[in-house]
């Protein structure tokens, strides 16, 4: 065995100093992407925290959405629908033998006159007269 070092041929040389410096660049590149490796988390992290925030953003538009709109659609449909379709009706109520009116006539089915059969069976409606007894 000899001493390898000492009798290295030129070409042995040039070799040597050519892998020395391929390391030392493999080197440099492998610090300068741990360095974008770590640029690159931090833009992660921030991206991340950003999406929760718009998460929370729209959960807060979701909940605030339909509580506006809830209420304000019946305040206008209520008071024109009930308050005309009652007063035609107490109108109707007055007893023509006796003149009793309001609680006194009741509206009751007459069997005697079936309108349809389909869907279900629709009688005519009469009204009676609780104090004389008296059917219109
Ligand atoms: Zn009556």
């Given at each position: ?63 605030k959405s ?7 659609i019946p ?31 009741k509206e ?29």
């Open positions: 065995m000899y001493n390898n070092l000492d009798d290295l041929s030129p070409e042995h040389e040039e070799e040597l100093n050519l892998l020395e410096t391929h390391i030392s660049e493999l080197f440099t590149r492998l610090e300068k992407s741990e360095i974008q490796i770590e640029l690159l988390k931090d833009e992660n992290f921030q991206l991340k925290a950003q999406i929760q925030k718009l998460q929370q953003q729209s959960k807060q538009a979701q909940y339909p509580r506006a709109e809830t209420i304000r305040k206008d449909i209520i008071p024109t629908v009930s308050s005309s379709d009652t007063n035609v009706r107490q109108n109707k109520r007055k007893c023509p033998n006796c003149g009793a009116s309001g609680f006194s006539i009751v089915d007459d069997k005697t006159r079936i309108i349809t059969y389909v869907p279900r069976k629709i009688y005519m409606k009469k009204k009676v007269c609780t104090k004389c007894r008296f059917e219109f």
